[in-house]
């Protein structure tokens, strides 16, 4: 019974000493600190909406797909493309359209050159005139 208090007093003891040392000083360089301000200040600037993007390709090879983005970047080069996986697929999208009608007229400036496309719902950025380009 000596032996079950004595350890009982030790585990309680060592528990109160345990939680008496809570401060914890963090060194950092100054730049880190800069860093997090713009990343905050940039997340700050770009707003996620429920919008529409352009999906040109929707295939389980990876390399036919980054086929497919290239190509579309060489005559659409300031154009924001976004490649996801959803298992079993990569599926390339194109394009933060608010407006399933801006999307509409953006895919028929493409869809010549890209047979088999369709306007898709996705969370898209949304940019502060003058801040980002749009698509």
Not at 59 to 71: G, I
Request: aromatic share 12%; glycine share 2%.
């Amino acid at each position: 019974m000596k032996i079950s208090s004595a350890l009982f007093c030790l585990f309680f003891l060592a528990n109160i000493f345990c939680y008496a040392q809570t401060n914890i000083i963090i060194k950092q360089d100054p730049a880190i600190q800069k860093l997090i301000e713009r990343h905050i200040e940039l997340n700050a600037t770009v707003k996620r909406v429920t919008g529409w993007r352009i999906q040109l390709i929707s295939n389980s090879d990876r390399d036919e797909v980054n086929r497919t983005k290239a190509q579309f970047l060489t005559t659409h080069p300031n154009a924001k493309t976004y490649l996801t996986y959803q298992q079993p697929y990569f599926k390339l999208r194109v394009g933060d359209f608010a407006d399933k009608n801006e999307a509409y007229k953006y895919m028929k400036d493409i869809n010549d050159d890209f047979k088999g496309i369709f306007i898709v719902p996705d969370v898209v950025n949304v940019y502060p005139e003058g801040t980002e380009e749009k698509n």
